[in-house]
């Protein structure tokens, strides 16, 4: 099991910026790809992020290259979205996904295995 608690939503002006964060634990972590993905209203659920967690190596959704950053720390087991020049089209339920045990990386919400419950950020124009 992999437990994943979201924190660092809220209320933006648009042009601002918020840092999620992702807490982490359970066993076989480290071996698992971590990823952000956000579902607004009415939308399906979208990729925004990835990250190994051993290498670093990171992917991002092209529409948000430059302004989203993954990150992580592996001494506090915690998952970093740092969102900038926020829009109000980037409102959205953002939710925090631990993919499958030493599989590839994957765009796809189908290869990540467990979610965490997600936090609201909402950007006013």
């Known amino acids: 099991q992999v437990q994943l608690v979201e924190s660092g939503g809220g209320l933006v002006q648009a042009g601002g910026s918020l840092r999620l964060s992702c807490a982490a634990s359970g066993r076989t972590f480290s071996t698992r790809t971590m990823g952000w993905f956000r579902q607004a209203p009415g939308k399906e659920r979208e990729f925004v992020a990835a990250?190994?967690?051993?290498?670093?190596?990171?992917d991002y959704a092209d529409s948000l290259k430059g302004r989203f950053t993954i990150s992580r720390d592996n001494a506090k087991n915690t998952l970093y979205l740092q969102m900038n020049s926020l829009k109000p089209e980037d409102t959205a339920v953002y939710y925090c996904a631990a993919g499958t045990p030493m599989a590839t990386m994957t765009r796809s919400p189908f290869g990540y295995e467990y979610w965490g419950r997600g936090t609201q950020v909402t950007v006013s124009s």
């Open positions: 990250i190994n967690w051993v290498s670093g190596s990171t």
